[in-house]
């Protein structure tokens, strides 16, 4: 039976997915009783994600063995045990997917962060998930580098769905909405359906707040502790407007009349870092019709035990977010700074995740093969 704060989100179109994965969650039905209980619909994953579950416990003791003994490498070992991990989650899904038509149903899987720069790298790559996963229902991340950009028009037009990740400014944004209807452009001028092509945009939230929260906290005036904790709904908000924008366009029109998905809106980023803040902050505030919030469970159980739902808490709000934007920069926080600087920290902290689970998962491979 589904809870009725997560079933209130649901109602008012915003699909919930969650954001963790790892074999445990899998094979004790725990993502199986989400989908019941909690409205849980898709899920992401990331390094960080991976790390923490290869990290603890034994439950890939007998894959990482019978790798390590046919004499694969840290690199293949990682990924036969990811792309294995979300290719059972599809499966669980495969329901949700079918039913929704694609729109969800959804596990997303990144493409190694050390290519966040390399574009012809990172097409490749996208292509090698997609057909080691073998799910349909796979969305392949990429991330909103200048070098992703061109690396998600060449993704979306080979027909492969695509969730783009690690978008922080608004200007970034317009350009992932711009690259995606080119390569649905594409993929329609090579005969193509586009009515099987999806993808998501996941704009980050919290890092937002972490970031500028410090920024005002220097500037030490009652006038910049009153900004706190509102820039990250407001970048949300401006980029959900955006968004309604961009797909109301005639460009968007011919493409939804041969049979395209408009690409949606994910909350990423939801977990509240302030304890000051509430913990359902970053889903009670961000409520609109056609966005996907990611969660982790963590916060997913904070939704379901308290989470006021209270409609759509978005689309009236954009004056109000352009203001606190303006009034930002008008006491000294450089948005365009703190964006930049943003994605530079995400692009590292998944590279260093990464590191950790290649070093992780060598030590277990040393282990199992002594």
């Given at each position: 039976?589904?809870?009725?704060?997560?079933?209130?989100?649901?109602?008012?179109?915003?699909?919930?997915?969650?954001?963790?994965?790892?074999?445990?969650?899998?094979?004790?039905?725990?993502?199986?009783?989400?989908?019941?209980?909690?409205?849980?619909?898709?899920?992401?994953?990331?390094?960080?994600?991976?790390?923490?579950?290869?990290?603890?416990?034994?439950?890939?003791?007998?894959?990482?063995?019978?790798?390590?003994?046919?004499?694969?490498?840290?690199?293949?070992?990682?990924?036969?045990?990811?792309?294995?991990?979300?290719?059972?989650?599809?499966?669980?899904?495969?329901?949700?997917?079918?039913?929704?038509?694609?729109?969800?149903?959804?596990?997303?899987?990144?493409?190694?962060?050390r290519l966040a720069h390399d574009t012809d790298e990172t097409i490749a790559q996208a292509k090698q998930l997609h057909d080691a996963v073998g799910r349909e229902n796979v969305l392949i991340k990429i991330p909103a580098t200048r070098a992703g950009l061109p690396a998600i028009t060449a993704t979306i037009a080979e027909g492969i769905s695509v969730n783009v990740t690690l978008i922080f400014s608004l200007e970034r944004y317009r350009a992932v909405m711009n690259a995606y209807l080119e390569g649905l452009e594409k993929a329609h001028a090579a005969g193509k359906d586009l009515s099987t092509i999806h993808s998501v945009a996941s704009f980050f939230v919290s890092r937002v707040d972490t970031e500028i929260d410090k920024r005002l906290d220097a500037i030490g005036t009652s006038e910049a502790r009153g900004l706190k904790g509102k820039a990250g709904l407001a970048n949300a908000r401006l980029a959900y407007q955006a968004f309604e924008e961009v797909f109301s366009t005639p460009r968007w029109g011919s493409l939804a009349d041969e049979g395209a998905n408009p690409q949606r809106p994910l909350w990423a980023s939801t977990g509240v870092k302030d304890p000051a803040y509430p913990d359902t902050l970053y889903v009670t505030e961000l409520v609109a019709a056609d966005v996907v919030n990611t969660m982790p469970g963590k916060t997913l159980e904070a939704t379901a035990d308290h989470g006021d739902i209270h409609g759509d808490t978005v689309t009236g709000g954009y004056e109000l977010a352009s203001n606190l934007l303006d009034d930002l920069e008008r006491i000294g926080v450089s948005y365009t700074e703190v964006v930049e600087l943003l994605e530079e920290e995400g692009v590292d902290k998944f590279e260093k995740a990464w590191g950790e689970l290649l070093d992780g998962v060598k030590a277990e491979m040393a282990k199992v093969s002594a």
């Open positions: 039976m589904s809870n009725p704060n997560t079933q209130a989100l649901s109602d008012a179109g915003v699909s919930i997915w969650l954001d963790d994965l790892s074999r445990e969650l899998i094979e004790t039905g725990e993502i199986a009783q989400l989908v019941e209980e909690r409205n849980v619909v898709g899920l992401t994953s990331n390094p960080s994600i991976f790390q923490a579950a290869l990290s603890k416990g034994d439950r890939y003791n007998k894959d990482l063995a019978a790798l390590t003994a046919a004499g694969k490498d840290v690199e293949e070992v990682v990924f036969e045990l990811t792309t294995s991990d979300v290719r059972e989650a599809c499966d669980i899904f495969l329901p949700i997917y079918e039913s929704t038509k694609g729109v969800d149903g959804r596990v997303s899987i990144e493409v190694d962060p």
